[in-house]
């Protein structure tokens, strides 16, 4: 597998009725367990986080019709932030091709257009990708486990730019 941004991954915003296939391409995943169950109810606004506000989405990565990837974020007030990452997951199979990046970068371009600046994210630090990820992306550590960028529309990921239509 390379670094280089595929051609053949569509993106794009997520509902609650993507939720089954969402869970499926983790499913497939023996290391990172099953997906978070809530997933519709926080997709519809009836879970909420700790100190998570109204707004919220989810974009997905799809190749063919199969999901890759998901990313989900929300307005908060938890550590100062004004936006929360809730969940990233790009499936196994298809890593390494700057997925993650896009779909954090789609987040990131949701966020700014609700100016939303700060933002937090709460790394799987038994993940060996996640912290490495994030802090690559721009995020600083806030302690062991939660990241924090002061200003997610700067995210030092623009060489990754791709259609979310693609």
């Known amino acids: 597998m390379t670094d280089a941004p595929s051609r053949d991954i569509r993106y794009r915003e997520a509902s609650s009725g993507d939720v089954p296939a969402m869970e499926r391409s983790r499913a497939a995943d023996q290391d990172a367990g099953p997906a978070d169950d809530r997933m519709a109810a926080y997709l519809e606004g009836r879970h909420h986080p700790q100190q998570a506000l109204g707004p ?17 974020g929300h307005a908060t007030t938890r550590y100062g932030c004004a936006g929360e990452v809730q969940y990233l997951y790009v499936s196994p199979h298809v890593r390494r091709r700057r997925i993650a990046a896009t779909l954090l970068r789609l987040l990131a371009e949701w966020f700014g257009e609700r100016a939303i600046r700060r933002v937090c994210v709460n790394a799987n630090v038994e993940s060996a990708g996640a912290v490495p990820f994030y802090v690559a992306c721009g995020a600083d550590p806030l302690n062991r486990f939660w990241y924090v960028w002061d200003d997610i529309g700067s995210l030092p990921i623009e060489k990754y730019r791709t259609s979310p239509a693609e």
């Open 56 to 72: 919220r989405t989810a974009f997905i990565a799809l190749m063919g019709e199969e999901v890759v990837g998901y990313i989900a």
